[in-house]
């Protein structure tokens, strides 16, 4: 039998049907009459979009976070405003952050860190599938991140009471300017606040003095600002020296 091709009921026109479109429609391509189409799962024996997305969404159901960025990456090649394919990314890097503890590079860690790493996967990924969904698929979207993006406020804000182990209060600048509050730098100069300035009556007037401003500083020192460089630079020289 021999296949037919399709037009439209309204116009006569024929139906362009893009095999690669996820929610399977088509249109008129005169008068832009929508419609359902079957879903084609191949093209010339190659795989579409559609058929790339389940096989992700089943590498994630299988614990296989690995596989699935790998075909969510195809699909994009394919279809670059899947909205879909750039959420599953979103997920997969999402679980990454968390397996590896929030840590960067350096293996620093904390707060401030925690909320770069969270900012830096919701800009790549999560904006990317709020901006190319539906409106109310986006606003599932934009529910679903609104935790972490209260973290990523609140870390900003200076929010957390960064405490060490002794519960001594937390090195503000030094942890703003390192991006981490458990990075050896900022150890260093806890330590040498509670073995060396906190044992001296000036060096106690510093601690007061250093801790009234401190937080309200660290505020606005985002880290990779030229302020923060420079007083990386003073700190590291500090450190060298104690």
């Known amino acids: ?87 599953g990314l979103y997920v997969c890097n999402a679980y990454f952050d968390a397996y590896y503890q929030y840590r960067d590079k350096y293996g620093n860690s904390g707060p401030l860190t925690r909320a770069a790493i969270m900012q830096n996967t919701i800009s790549k990924y999560a904006n990317r599938a709020i901006q190319y969904a539906p409106e109310d698929i986006a606003e599932q979207y934009r529910q679903a991140i609104a935790e972490n993006i209260q973290f990523i406020q609140a870390a900003k804000n200076g929010d957390f009471d960064q405490k060490d ?13 390192y991006g981490s509050y458990d990075c050896n730098e900022v150890f260093a100069l806890r330590r040498f606040r509670d073995e060396y300035l906190s044992k001296t009556f000036c060096g106690r007037i510093f601690i007061r ?9 660290a505020r606005r020192l985002p880290p990779e600002s030229q302020a923060s460089n420079l007083i990386r630079k003073a700190l590291d020289k500090l450190v060298e020296r104690i």
């Not at 479109?21 to 929508?34: I, M, R």
């Not at 182990?165 to 300017?177: D, E, L, P, W």
């Not at 003095?209 to 500083?217: G, K, M």
Request: one cysteine or more; charged letters at 20%; proline letters at 6%.
């Open 165 to 177: 182990n002794n519960g001594s209060s937390g090195c503000y600048i030094a942890t703003a300017v």
């Open 1 to 87: 039998m021999a296949i037919q091709p399709a037009i439209c009921s309204h116009c006569g026109g024929k139906i362009k049907v893009d095999d690669l479109d996820l929610n399977g429609f088509g249109e008129c391509e005169f008068c832009h009459t929508p419609y359902k189409v079957i879903d084609v799962i191949t093209i010339d024996g190659l795989p579409t979009a559609r058929s790339l997305l389940a096989s992700a969404q089943a590498a994630v159901e299988n614990e296989n976070p690995e596989k699935a960025v790998k075909l969510y990456y195809q699909i994009i090649d394919i279809k670059p405003n899947c909205h879909e394919a750039w959420w």
């Open 209 to 217: 003095i250093y801790y009234r401003i401190s937080p309200w500083l």
